[in-house]
């Protein structure tokens, strides 16, 4: 006949319930006037319930008491160096509407407007440059402007488009082979000059076109 024997709960969880019961006694006979309760361990030493919950609580440091020769922290009320912008009560003493306008004219007066230049021409690379195609396009997307074959299928631009990662190289790919004029590969079949849910806004935004 088989035999269960009882699995011994963990150490950390005796030693909580241990604890939580020596506080709540504790608390209980100090509310009732009378001194704590000295517990033993488990080689029959006494143990100062007080100096065990110290221990538990702080990890072995005892807390540090204030007094004379140690006295609390002062909190700080007017560091150097420290800003008050966010304090209004502390800003509306030291200046009115009228002088947060001056500083704002002040600031606005030191801005530098940086004009765009010419794009760089990436080393290394004989692929188109598509940011330079789109800046210098201005036809919205879907809006037909170049010819194309009545043979070149939704298929066949479905087919052709799924073959790139992105549409940025699809793009690529397009005017590599003749885009916009020409469209082997059926990228481009409304004839907007971009291929395959390419599309140039993000970049035209970036010039404020």
């Not at 609580?57 to 540090?64: D, T």
């Not at 290394?124 to 043979?151: C, E, H, M």
Request: aromatic share 4%; proline share 9%.
């Amino acid at each position: 006949m088989r035999r269960l024997c009882p699995i011994a709960a963990p150490a950390w969880d005796l030693d909580r319930v241990d604890q939580d019961r020596i506080a709540r006694s504790t608390r209980e006979r100090r509310l009732e006037g009378a001194a704590p309760v000295t517990t033993m361990t488990l080689d029959g030493e006494p143990v100062d319930d007080e100096a065990r919950q110290t221990t538990a609580a702080n990890s072995g440091v005892a807390p540090v008491q204030a007094g004379p020769d140690n006295p609390p922290p002062q909190a700080v009320t007017d560091a150097a160096g420290i800003s008050r912008e966010q304090d209004f009560q502390a800003v509306s003493g030291e200046r009115d509407i009228e002088d947060d306008a001056e500083r704002l004219r002040q600031a606005q007066s030191q801005y530098r407007v940086i004009q765009p230049t010419a794009l760089p021409s990436r080393p290394g690379s004989d692929r188109p440059n598509i940011v330079a195609f789109a800046l210098q396009t201005n036809n919205p997307v879907g809006v037909a402007i170049y010819k194309r074959s009545s043979l070149n299928s939704q298929a066949k631009h479905q087919r052709n488009c799924a073959g790139f990662a992105s549409p940025d190289l699809a793009q690529e790919d397009f005017l590599a082979n003749g885009g916009p004029e020409r469209d082997r590969k059926a990228l481009d079949p409304d004839g907007d000059g971009f291929a395959c849910a390419w599309d140039p806004t993000p970049f035209r935004r970036v010039r404020g076109g």
